[in-house]
């Protein structure tokens, strides 16, 4: 009740002055004195208009305060603000993992060719995707560790990129088999020696170097949107 009543009385104010300064002009213009400024009654009407409106503008405030509103965009804010950051991070590091296998469970030595072992250790993967993101983009990544291939793979593989490459190939084209999903879902990345999880110095490390990755990529939305119909 409070900035209603100081919401009428600035109204009154300001109702009172714009009527005094019209009838004191209308009254007093035949012998005005011309040397007397104006200007610092209007300024004060101009600033009198400003706090009506600011008022107006805190009333309002207030209402969606006491309506909850104010409580209800808040918190729509801070729920997008949270998912953006999620998927920015998530879009950040590549997906949202949901497989990372070892190259010497998938492959044969040597090779980008996948074991009859590596095709079953891919059917729970391909059914996780038909099943849980059926319109997600995935993402497959080759890695390998940082030794150099020999002279005979070098015919086919020039170097630990084009073999990273060629994995993250072979599985991709499995998961579009083993799914039945659309082959534009699908991304294949090789990385060769550039991101290892394990220290490259030891045969354990470079063992969990040589690894690939199957992910999924967040849900495009459109946040130009207003934010009640993003989601």
């Given amino acids: 009740m409070a900035p209603m009543r100081l919401f009428l009385s600035f109204s009154l104010v300001l109702t009172l002055l714009i009527t005094g300064c019209s009838s004191t002009e209308t009254a007093s213009t035949p012998s005005a ?10 300024t004060e009407v101009v600033r009198l208009r400003d706090e009506v409106r600011t008022l107006r503008d805190s009333l309002q405030f207030y209402d969606d305060v006491d309506s909850g509103q104010y409580y209800r965009e808040l918190r729509a804010l801070r729920d997008q603000t949270a998912r953006m950051t999620y998927e920015l ?76 490459t060629a994995r993250a190939a072979a599985v991709v084209r499995a998961l579009i088999d083993l ?48 934010f009640e119909t993003s989601w």
């Fill in 89 to 164: 991070d998530a879009l950040r590091d590549g997906g949202q993992t949901l497989s990372e296998r070892r190259v010497d469970q998938l492959f044969q030595p040597a090779s980008a060719t996948l074991t009859e072992g590596g095709l079953e250790a891919l059917k729970p993967v391909a059914a996780q995707l038909r099943q849980a993101y059926p319109e997600r983009e995935v993402r497959v990544e080759g890695h390998s560790d940082d030794t150099p291939l020999g002279e005979s793979m070098k015919e086919t593989y020039p170097s630990n990129w084009e073999l990273s």
């Fill in 33 to 42: 004195d011309p040397g007397t400024p104006e200007e610092p009654l209007q």
């Fill in 179 to 226: 799914s039945g999903l659309d082959a534009n879902q699908f991304v294949a990345v090789g990385y060769g020696a550039t991101r290892p999880v394990a220290s490259n110095r030891t045969a354990s490390g470079r063992r969990a170097n040589r690894r690939v990755r199957v992910a999924v990529l967040p849900q495009p939305r459109d946040y130009s949107r207003p």
